[in-house]
């Protein structure tokens, strides 16, 4: 009986390594498979970050010009202008001033 009860215990042993090397094999496929979807999506995501990096591009381009066609259709100045208009400003009425300075001295 004990020669009986050892054959058993081997066979449920070379069972159970097989089914060990069996479960090794189905994980290290796994493993493989799940790399290359990760590589894949890598480089989808990448792909993607350019074409969202153009398309930023072009609607702040696009923006831009709507902008200015506003502005031009309405007359109103922009930001930019008024704030040139407020140095020249300043310029002249410097230039006034000295002018100004010289004749009353006169």
Do not use: H, Y
């Not at 081997?10 to 290290?28: H, N, P, W």
């Not at 696009?62 to 300043?90: C, D, M, P, S, Y």
Request: proline share 0%; glycine share 10%; net charge positive.
């Amino acid at each position: 009986m004990a020669g009986r009860g050892n054959g058993r215990n081997g066979t449920i042993q070379v069972f159970m390594k097989e089914q060990l090397e069996e479960a090794q094999r189905r994980f290290e496929t796994f493993e493989a498979d799940a790399e290359k979807v990760l590589k894949q999506l890598i480089a989808r995501g990448k792909q993607q970050r350019k074409e969202l990096d153009g398309l930023r591009t072009q609607v702040r381009r696009g923006w831009g010009q709507f902008q200015t066609r506003v502005v031009e259709a309405t007359g109103v100045a922009t930001q930019a202008q008024v704030k040139e208009l407020n140095r020249e400003l300043g310029r002249l009425s410097k230039k006034l001033d000295v002018l100004m300075g010289k004749r009353a001295q006169a």
